[in-house]
């Protein structure tokens, strides 16, 4: 047997002086990639034991363990071991204590970890390798050596050639030469430059390249003198001696921005032309400038910034704004005749895997990056044709090439830091170098996978770069996590054998690429039985059976949880939204097909099929013609096991209404204004995504933007695509909710001619409880409420729940004092200051402009039926100000319960009534003709605001009286504005008034025309009377932008990331306690609070972004819903509005000086210093950091 090297290491090795009757650990050998076969031929880690006494050992009596603080964490199995035998242990983390073919409950780490052998009943260590096992490279093992069958010495051996089971016997002796290292490390560079490289090992000859080519000891340059580096270059290095273990090959990546602008058609050693079948088709699409007779043309040529409208500092900036990766390798593993995977780039498989070398270099020093060698495949499916030049790949890292896992932080405080591969993806059929496609944007995939993110669902995580190619400029990429067996066990705990991983495929549609597909079979004959079920009690039986619940709803640890119902409802909302017409469900297989999609089950597990958004790219109107699309279905992809897909899966669910009421409950929270899935909250989405890679876009248009006869696209076509995007999402943003409220099923489940209605969205919201003297009232839109207080819902299936009461809502008997056809007089100031004369009754307002209606002008027509008085030609580009009178007779003195104003209005206002303000919205600062508002969005403004306004009843007096409203546009140049107000005097009619006793929790919903509402939970105190919440009702109290780093324990539970830990908490400052009901954020963070919550005056509530991270770092503190989304470590502004959009409560933190330096990741949070509600929350001294690590969630 060959060993590496000999290490007297500083290891705790602790061994008896005696080596009788004694159980010793001899040889360790980590890492799958060449482990030892175990009975089932798989390869595994495997720690060997040894007898090295001269009696038989108790297996039983021992433990094994890789973690100090679980000394018994492994017993060994029920067995006997004579002096001089072996037994070899998997280290596979399956836990089976066999005696023959034993497998502890964890597995090694190649870079060394813990290890000890302790008797169990003493918890006493009788071996320990302590901090770790020594780091072992590809296909080694480490141990002890033996002379014939006695172990010698007590020195770790590191050995080359592993022997599970047998004599370790002792090796020659060959030592490692060390690292080369450079002087100058890889990045981006202006200026030529020199590059030492040294060895440690006196004598070894150092051999290098520049063409991407591997060194070695035959091949390449003998290093002799610092090597000049002038121009981008890739220089590669490995050091040798005889008798030694050479080196790895190091790696190190310089560019030069400014010749990559430069970069030539031809470069030299690289190939013009390879042969290779297109497809006519294909070939068509990708145009004559891809393929002659010679073959498909090779394209390397960047376009001149001249071509591309940009000056040569603007194309050099936009290589410099993303990080960028770079891939090294010998050419001929990209473009070999036979084995070039770029050449051959329909191969699948290991055998298609090449070895590169892989640098992330970030040329703004924000991130440090990292080296790592690695295998690349090319990956996708309609991307493989040789037509497409720039192809996606997924890269894999294997012991095999170094490292068995990527350990980096790619997303930041976003995701895990270990990978076993990642993708590295780019746009295909909507791209510049394949299709030459004018909608070509690289935000169309990942949107639908945050808006997964943002529905607090599983998702795959994604960042741009830059990609070079041994130097060459590929364009711009994303990373993407893999949905497989590793994800499962990283995000959701366990380990990888733990998951079935099934993907839709072309022709083998369902099968599993990670364990198996019976329970995917299970799921899909249970739906199909549960559709055809007739009654709604047997479809609710069995589809709490495919939640892993007994027929009471009840978790029953012997059921298997197939179905996540949350999860696929956010999955087919994300779907209709987006209308993806090649996912899910592929429209150019006329809907019989499924594709793009997949989903991770852990058998064991209580989470069912999760299901992934992927390869997005046909959606959002990307194809003309395809805006007001409709992908709710009914399809018929899905009747035959092979096409089962999620899609199908929610088709047969819809027969169920329980579902359908879960369903369009929560179509409600995240389409309705202030969700997160509204037309706000989708822009601001895209927006964010445009904003990251359109820094970068004019160099992927240099590189892709151009081909023969066509004009080149610039930065400026880019721009038109996202704006074309942006009218998309405001239109799906409208169209959306009318196709679920007009859906249709079939019968049963069951595919027929005749459909029937299944309308999965629904107007019907909650009902409020007004608390009154002497119990409570339900105010509702319409419809009769149906409450119960045993904490059971009132609906039952599609019917109400025996034993549930009935309740009359309160009612509103209003007289409009102004309404939608009210006369109204209104002038266009042009210069100075208004004051407010003009809002009183008595000023003359016979010249100003009379008319009826709404106000404003709409360029896009959204406005348009709303509005009465156009006043675009007198405003548009000559001001912002219309000042509107509507005037209006009392005969006697008022007498109401609620005066109320409602407005739709765009963008901002100042009312008065009779002289007085009133309310106002958006607009600050003086009253001048031609002031400024601040903006607010198309899908609020068309939606009543609702103000309060009864504390102003005195002033209406009995004759003439005037409402006189000042409407503000954010710019001369706008292209709406929109005033259309609504004036109310109201008398209350109670509804039931319910006796409420102690502290009750009641639920009730709204049951309208045989359609249910979204249900009212609650919890009460009697005692207190309740309103909806307001402006200044609600001060942000406390903030943890920035937690300390998660603890072992942590890690543990799988909360990997500091931000598993921030959380915001809210004070009610007022003197009642305040309905949160409808409160949403969306600027900073988002979340919409759905169901009803109260908070008593004095009182906190908080909200967090990850439940599981608060239990377990503030196990005390109750959170009352999470959040999506980051709080920046920077800084941030965090605005929240309750559900009529007004303003509650806002703050603008920052890291820097004054604010509080220990709340910036060191554990601390920011604490307000007074819950006075007067002054600016923005104000650093009115913040401190907390009095103790952690902060004080909830409490004072």
């Not at 170094?402 to 059929?429: M, S």
């Not at 007994?550 to 696929?568: I, K, M, T």
């Not at 502290?999 to 249910?1012: F, G, H, T, V």
């Amino acid at each position: 047997m060959i060993f590496s090297r000999i290490l007297t290491l500083g290891l705790c090795f602790l061994l008896l002086p005696s080596l009788r009757a004694e159980l010793l650990v001899s040889e360790v050998m980590p890492g799958t990639e060449h482990g030892y076969l175990d009975e089932n031929g798989v390869r595994s880690d495997w720690i060997e034991l040894y007898n090295a006494g001269d009696s038989e050992i108790e297996l039983g009596l021992f433990c094994l363990t890789d973690d100090p603080e679980s000394l018994t964490k492994w017993q060994l199995p029920e067995a006997r071991l004579k002096p001089g035998q072996f037994l070899v242990v998997f280290a596979s983390g399956q836990d089976r204590r066999n005696a023959r073919f034993p497998h502890a409950n964890f597995k090694l780490k190649s870079e060394g970890e813990y290890l000890a052998l302790v008797l169990m009943e003493e918890q006493k260590i009788t071996q320990e390798f302590s901090p770790s096992l020594p780091s072992v490279g590809k296909g080694q093992s480490c141990g002890y050596l033996f002379e014939g069958e006695r172990l010698v010495g007590d020195q770790l051996t590191i050995f080359s050639r592993a022997t599970p089971g047998a004599i370790n016997d002792a090796p020659s002796v060959r030592p490692r030469v060390k690292d080369t290292k450079f002087s100058v490390d890889r990045g981006f560079y202006q200026k030529p430059f020199k590059v030492e490289v040294r060895s440690a090992t006196e004598g070894a000859e150092i051999r290098y390249t520049l063409d991407g080519s591997p060194p070695s000891p035959q091949e390449g340059r003998i290093y002799e003198a610092p090597i000049v580096i002038d121009s981008t270059s890739i220089l590669r290095v490995m050091a040798w001696k005889e008798n030694h273990l050479s080196t790895d090959i190091d790696t190190a990546s310089y560019i030069f921005p400014s010749q990559v602008m430069k970069q030539s058609a031809r470069p030299d050693g690289w190939p013009t032309h390879y042969e290779a079948k297109v497809n006519p088709f294909f070939a068509r699409i990708a145009g004559k400038d891809s393929i002659d007779e010679e073959g498909v043309i090779v394209k390397y040529a960047m376009a001149s910034p001249e071509t591309l409208d940009a000056q040569p500092e603007e194309l050099e900036s936009a290589l410099l704004a993303l990080p960028s990766i770079s891939i090294v390798t010998d050419k001929r593993h990209f473009f070999d005749s036979r084995t070039g995977i770029h050449v051959k780039p329909e191969g699948r498989g290991r055998k298609w895997e090449r070895p590169v070398s892989v640098e992330l270099i970030d040329p703004q020093g924000r991130e440090p990056g990292f080296q790592i060698d690695a295998g690349i495949r090319v990956r996708g499916g309609h991307s493989r044709s040789a037509a497409c030049q720039k192809h996606g790949y997924r890269l894999y890292f294997r012991k095999d090439y170094g490292a068995g896992e990527l350990d980096y932080p790619l997303f930041g405080d976003e995701g895990v830091r270990r990978f076993d591969d990642i993708d590295l993806r780019t746009a295909q059929n909507y791209s510049y170098h394949y299709s030459d496609s004018t909608h070509h944007t690289l935000v169309r995939d990942v949107f639908s996978r945050d808006c997964q993110r943002d529905l607090g669902q599983p998702y795959t995580r994604s960042r741009y770069y830059h990609l070079y190619l041994n130097g060459l400029y590929w364009g711009i990429y994303q990373t993407q996590e893999h949905a497989e067996a590793s994800y499962g066990a990283r995000y959701f705990g366990g380990e990888d054998e733990e998951f079935d991983v099934l993907k839709a495929k072309p022709s083998s549609d369902g099968r599993a690429t990670d364990g198996k597909d019976q329970g995917w079979r299970q799921l899909w004959t249970i739906a199909n039985a549960m559709a055809r079920e007739e009654s709604q009690t047997g479809k609710l039986h069995l589809l709490r059976r495919l939640q892993g619940l007994n027929e009471n709803g009840v978790s029953d640890p012997l059921l298997p949880s197939y179905l996540n119902v949350d999860n696929l409802i956010d999955y087919m909302l994300v779907i209709f939204l987006t209308g993806n017409f090649d996912g899910p469900v592929t429209q150019f297989a006329g809907n019989f097909a499924t594709n793009n999609w997949f989903s991770i089950w852990r058998r064991n597990g209580r989470e069912g099929f999760h299901f992934f958004c992927h390869d997005s790219e046909h959606s959002l109107a990307a194809e003309p013609g395809t805006v007001e699309i409709n992908r709710v279905g009914p399809f018929l992809a899905g009747t035959s096991y092979d096409q089962f897909n999620p899609q199908w899966l929610h088709q047969q669910l819809t027969s169920v209404e329980w579902y359908c009421a879960r369903f369009r409950a929560r179509a409600e929270e995240v389409l309705s204004v202030g969700g997160i899935l509204s037309r706000s909250a989708n822009l601001a989405r895209m927006r964010h995504r445009a904003q990251e890679v359109g820094r970068a876009m004019l160099a992927e248009c240099a590189r892709w933007g151009w081909r023969a006869e066509q004009p080149v696209k610039t930065k400026q076509n880019w721009a038109e695509a996202i704006t074309w995007l942006e009218q998309v999402l405001e239109k799906r943003a409208e169209l959306v909710p009318k196709q679920l409220a007009t859906a249709m099923r079939f019968p049963q489940g069951v595919p027929a001619r005749e459909l029937v209605e299944a309308p999965l969205f629904n107007p019907v919201r909650a009902p409020r409880l007004i608390r009154r003297e002497k119990g409570g009232t339900f105010a509702a839109e319409s419809g009769v409420v149906y409450f119960r207080m045993d904490g059971l819902d009132p609906m039952e299936g599609e019917g109400v729940r025996a034993g549930s009461l009935m309740a009359r809502a309160d009612t509103l008997v209003s007289k409009i004092l102004v309404g939608e056809d009210s006369p109204v007089r209104i002038d266009i100031p042009r210069e100075g200051l208004l004051g407010e004369e003009w809002t009183r009754p008595g000023f003359e307002d016979l010249a100003w402009r009379e008319g009826k209606g709404g106000i404003g002008y709409d360029q896009r027509e959204d406005y348009r039926e709303l509005i009465g008085v156009d006043v675009e030609e007198d405003l548009f580009g000559k001001g912002t100000t219309v000042l509107a009178r509507y005037s209006f007779d009392l005969l006697e003195a008022p007498a109401g319960d609620l005066l109320t104003l409602r407005l739709k209005v765009e963008d901002g206002f100042v009312a008065h009534l009779n002289g007085v303000e009133v309310g106002r919205e958006n607009v600050s600062g003086p009253s001048k003709w031609n002031g400024k508002a601040l903006s607010r969005p198309d899908d609020v403004a068309v939606r009543w605001l609702t103000l309060d306004i009864t504390k102003h009843m005195t002033l209406l007096r009995r004759g003439k009286n005037v409402l006189a409203i000042r409407v503000v546009n954010e710019r001369e140049r706008s292209s709406d504005l929109l005033l259309l107000p609504e004036l109310s005097l109201g008398n209350e009619v109670l509804g039931t008034v319910i006796k409420l006793e102690g502290s009750d929790r009641i639920k009730a919903r709204i049951l309208s025309e045989n359609q249910w509402g979204t249900l009212l939970d609650r919890e009460l105190d009697s005692s207190q009377q309740v309103r909806p919440v307001g402006k200044g009702d609600l001060l942000i109290s406390e903030v943890m932008y920035h937690p300390r780093e998660p603890d072992e324990s942590a890690r543990a539970r799988g909360l990997t990331q500091k931000s598993d830990f921030e959380f915001l908490e809210l004070l009610n400052v007022a003197s009642d306690a305040v309905d949160l009901t409808g409160m949403y954020c969306r600027e900073g963070i988002y979340f919409f609070l759905a169901s009803s919550r109260i908070v008593d005056p004095g009182k906190r509530v908080v909200i967090a972004r990850n439940m599981n991270g608060m239990s377990h770092r503030y196990p005390q503190c109750a959170v009352m819903t999470t959040y999506q989304g980051n709080l920046g470590n920077g800084r941030e502004s965090i605005v929240i509005r309750a559900a009529n959009g007004e303003e509650i409560a806002s703050v603008t933190y920052d890291d820097e000086d004054p604010w509080p330096s220990s709340a910036d990741g060191k554990g601390y949070s920011l604490v307000l210093t007074s819950s006075s509600p007067e002054g600016e929350p923005s104000d650093p001294e009115r913040w401190k950091a907390s009095d103790r690590e952690g902060g004080s969630p909830g409490q004072p």
